[in-house]
């Protein structure tokens, strides 16, 4: 995502643009356009009705700023393999318009908040969970290599240093001494070395629960046109390290059990020993964890988006937890002490 957001103006354009474009590619729809949901770039969903109580989702990406070319190809790809995606009946990637199909608006988010408080309703969370695994499953036993972006050390680096860039320094005006760059620069080696250690396979790269719908087929699967060809481990980190809820450590690791086992009957490349993988699982959500942090940072910082601090808590939670647990990442758990309190004295000023 580049450059400032769509100004008031532009987006008004955009939305006659888009009333035109449905008008003329189906008529039988109502072209009163009622917001469906946002995301953190540029892209826009509504929903469309024809009048007769079927509802569609249209997609507007600036052609811009977004490119709906990788969405269509994924789309196919992953629809190939057996996932729930949304089926796309109409396309314009010139104007950046795509009419897709509803998964309906309940995301496993919404669900599993409503879940969560009451212990009757942990069978049903786990049945959630099961079938997004497997759903997840599905889509790595499809994999090939030179059809997706490789996550190779040049990406992995990139993300990791939104990290300094927009956290340390633009969102806590901090600057790293020469010992605490020593510590970052140490474990951004280590986790580099071990993310790419790991077996490859398609990466979904944004599979949480906002983007999981709650449908049939369960799950509905959105926003995966940055998907690469990377670590089987980012995916499931991605799902149960959710930055935006919560579990136990230890239904955590029994759903790990449970991919480890169904992926290791599927051929899917992961050690045979679960010690190793919940390794991996973990230093590989170091990875994204560090990531997203910068991530949040960023959409506050530049674009505006300061709901996503409330989300970065959680998220620095699990990525000390993890921290700590390594030698090797222990000088990283001290830096991101020394910044938490740096920032609690600032705050106080």
């Excluded at 070319?69 to 104007?95: C, W, Y």
């Excluded at 990139?158 to 001494?177: C, I, K, M, N």
């Amino acid at each position: 995502m580049n450059g400032p957001a769509l100004n008031p103006v532009d987006q008004m354009d955009r939305l006659e643009l888009l009333r035109d474009w449905l008008r003329a590619r189906r008529p039988d729809l109502n072209d009163a356009l009622q917001p469906a949901s946002s995301d953190a770039s540029f892209r826009r969903y509504f929903r469309v009705s024809n009048g007769q109580g079927k509802s569609f989702i249209v997609m507007d990406a600036p052609p811009d700023r977004e490119n709906c070319e990788p969405f269509i190809r994924i789309d196919r790809l992953f629809g190939d393999a057996g996932a729930h995606v949304p089926a796309i009946l109409e396309q314009d990637t010139a104007l950046g318009f795509l009419l897709l199909s509803d998964m309906g608006s309940v995301t496993y988010l919404d669900e599993l908040t409503q879940l969560r408080g009451n212990a009757g309703n942990h069978d049903r969370i786990d049945a959630l969970y099961r079938e997004s695994i497997r759903a997840l499953v599905g889509i790595q036993r499809a994999s090939a290599e030179g059809i997706l972006p490789p996550y190779d050390r040049a990406l992995l680096e990139r993300e990791l240093r939104l990290f300094p860039e927009w956290y340390v320094q633009r969102q806590l005006h901090a600057a790293l001494g020469e010992a605490q760059t020593r510590h970052m620069e140490s474990a951004f080696e280590a986790i580099i070395a071990n993310n790419l250690s790991q077996g490859r396979v398609f990466v979904h790269r944004d599979y949480h629960s906002r983007n999981l719908m709650v449908c049939e087929p369960n799950p509905g699967i959105l926003d995966f046109q940055d998907a690469v060809y990377g670590p089987p481990t980012y995916d499931l980190v991605s799902l149960l390290r959710d930055a935006y809820i919560e579990w136990e450590e230890e239904r955590v690791i029994d759903w790990c059990v449970r991919y480890w086992e169904l992926a290791r009957k599927s051929g899917i490349p992961v050690p045979a020993d679960f010690a190793d993988f919940y390794r991996d699982f973990e230093w590989m959500g170091v990875q994204r964890q560090i990531k997203v942090v910068g991530i949040f940072a960023r959409l506050a910082v530049r674009d505006g988006k300061t709901a996503y601090l409330g989300d970065q808590p959680l998220v620095l939670k699990y990525l000390r937890a993890a921290c700590r647990r390594y030698r090797e990442l222990a000088g990283f758990a001290r830096l991101l002490d020394e910044l938490e309190a740096g920032a609690g004295v600032a705050a106080a000023r």
